[in-house]
């Protein structure tokens, strides 16, 4: 490095530069690295959320049967209707600390399998449903600084069972709760709109035909449909082949898209994943894209059932959803995938990991582990540049595994447990109990001299309103590929990242700052533009620089 260009500051492309659009890193030999945490935590990570405190809460179901991690001080649960454990003094549920890499057991009350959640503009996980006795209950978590904060529980509180339902945080701070097994319905949490009189509790239960329309007799293939929230404020829904615009507000079917080519269904237990595409609030208008990759044909799960394990779907497809007349622009992944989770990136590309190369979702159905993550380069022009192959993983991430965005940039992974019970031994892939994590190729120390680090920044941001943040980089600075993003982190369970988005912000200008802080720029930037862009809550913020994110910090968007 020569020693005139240290902490030098090119503007020369900057006003010119859509600056989210970042080079591409370099596709050989940087597979990224796998790191195990722990060999066990005591239970298997069949749902997962990052908090705005860097817990990250973990959870799976009551009625497994004794997990290997205890209640603490003797604690247990008594619950006369649980199926398996009448009286169970095992946790179902732990709160993970990624700076200590410490966790504690959590106590669940009820069933929570198959179920899902969001994370209230204050901050405060709501998880929904569940099974059994667990199916209409409501569970918060509110972070906390102490270790004494656990699940508070909220019996009966759904209007409909929700077993395999999904959620989306709205613009107006409410959760809209979609589907679950033999549930062509929504619901709100809360029900009401504050002030707005209340009526009866079916008033507050809204049909969805199209729930009924993409089940499949018995393998439904609709169950936890991908929901993303667009910029012009509707809902997008993907069950099975196919997808709508709803007005949620007017319980309207806006539109209908057409069907993703090739037939293969891409909802459980055909289990593909999606993604809402990272949305640039730099553009007069945005346009929004969604992304659904791998799943299993159409008739797989019956097919496993009786032994025979389909090759899964090795599809993905891209649609412009704001087009006049959008269609589906479809793109080979390397290897086929079916329970593959896709996660975005801070570098707005799409990470898919977990999941299975046959087979479907369900207990003993999936064979032949995918245990290579890929990273999808969304604005990568050339296909062959678009998806690299990563390092493999040692363990299987079967049925019941998730995947999380953390903090520093890293993918959080665990579970697998594709028994009905915990099976560690005379089965073929083994319930998993342990957390390991994925560091992408961006995590690389070859990259610390132009890694930013951010400073200092405006904790709450508002709607179109400025903020101000500082940074600094070892080396120099290049204006012209600096971007800065903003991550809702994802409630993820079987391979669809709940609530997950990235919003691109608008940079209005950067400045060099005084010594002493060396090699330290200022930006000022604009907050999203509204709250259908980016519904309101904690998000991880992260300055890009060629590529290149910093660690999150958590900002509040209001
Ligand atoms: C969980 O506990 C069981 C029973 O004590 C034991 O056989 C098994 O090895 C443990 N598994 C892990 C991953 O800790
Ligand atoms: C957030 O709001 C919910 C619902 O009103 C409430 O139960 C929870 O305690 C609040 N959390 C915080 C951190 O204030
Ligand atoms: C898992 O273990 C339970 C007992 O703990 C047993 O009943 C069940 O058959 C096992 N499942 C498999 C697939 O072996």
Redesign the pocket.
């Known amino acids: 490095m020569i020693k005139s260009l240290l902490c030098s500051l090119s503007f020369s492309y900057f006003f010119s530069l859509v600056t989210s659009q970042v080079p591409p890193l370099n596709p050989a030999g940087r597979q990224g690295a796998w790191q195990l945490l722990h060999a066990?935590v005591g239970i298997s990570a069949m749902h997962m959320q990052l908090l705005h405190n860097n817990k990250v809460i973990i959870f799976d179901r009551t009625d497994f049967g004794p997990s290997?991690l205890s209640l603490p001080s003797g604690l247990c649960r008594i619950d006369p209707s649980d199926t398996v454990l009448q009286t169970d003094c095992t946790a179902h549920s732990i709160l993970y600390d990624i700076s200590t890499n410490a966790f504690r057991p959590l106590m669940v009350q009820t069933d929570t399998w198959c179920s899902s959640g969001a994370v209230l503009p204050n901050g405060t996980l709501v998880q929904t449903g569940g099974y059994n006795d667990g199916d209409r209950n409501i569970r918060t978590f509110t972070p906390c600084t102490d270790e004494y904060c656990d699940w508070i529980e909220f019996p009966q509180s759904l209007l409909q069972r929700r077993w395999y339902a999904s959620n989306q945080i709205l613009p107006d701070g409410r959760i809209i709760i979609v589907g679950g097994r033999r549930q062509f319905n929504y619901e709100f949490y809360p029900q009401n709109i504050e002030g707005k009189s209340s009526g009866s509790s079916t008033d507050h239960i809204f049909g969805l035909n199209f729930l009924r329309e993409t089940n499949d007799y018995q393998m439904e293939n609709n169950l936890y449909p991908f929901l993303h929230l667009l910029p012009d404020g509707n809902l997008f829904i993907f069950a099975n082949t196919r997808s709508i615009l709803l007005d949620y507000n007017q319980n309207r079917v806006v539109k209908e898209f057409p069907q993703i080519p090739g037939g293969d269904p891409r909802n459980y237990p055909s289990s593909g994943s999606s993604v809402l595409l990272p949305l640039d609030d730099q553009n007069e208008a945005i346009e929004p894209e969604i992304m659904v990759c791998g799943g299993a044909p159409k008739g797989s799960f019956t097919q496993a059932t009786q032994g025979n394990f389909i090759r899964a779907t090795s599809t993905c497809g891209r649609l412009k959803v704001s087009h006049a007349n959008p269609s589906w622009v479809m793109e080979d992944m390397p290897v086929p995938r079916v329970m593959g989770d896709m996660i975005l990136l801070p570098s707005g590309d799409v990470m898919i990991i977990n999941g299975a190369e046959m087979g479907t979702a369900g207990w003993e159905l999936g064979r032949g582990p995918v245990t290579r993550p890929i990273i999808y380069r969304p604005s990568n022009d050339g296909p062959d540049w678009r998806f690299s192959v990563l390092s493999p993983s040692a363990r299987p991430r079967l049925y019941h595994s998730s995947a999380a965005l953390l903090t520093d940039g890293r993918i959080l992974v665990g579970g697998s447990n594709p028994h009905v019970f915990y099976n560690?031994t005379n089965v073929e892939f083994p319930t998993d109990?342990s957390l390991e994590s994925f560091s992408p190729p961006y995590l690389s120390p070859e990259y610390d001299p132009i890694r930013p680090q951010i400073l200092s920044l405006d904790e709450k941001i508002k709607y179109g309103k400025s903020f101000w943040l500082s940074f600094s980089v070892k080396d120099y600075l290049t204006a012209s590929v600096l971007s800065v993003r903003i991550v809702a982190p994802s409630f993820t369970t079987h391979s669809f990242a709940m609530n997950q988005r990235m919003v691109v912000l608008k940079i209005v200008g950067v400045t060099t700052l005084l010594p002493p802080a060396p090699c330290a720029y200022g930006l000022s930037m604009v907050g999203p533009s509204t709250a259908e862009i980016a519904p309101p809550g904690y998000y991880l913020l992260f300055v890009l620089h060629a590529g290149i994110p910093s660690s999150g910090m958590w900002v509040k968007i209001e």
């Open positions: 066990s290997n560690f109990l």
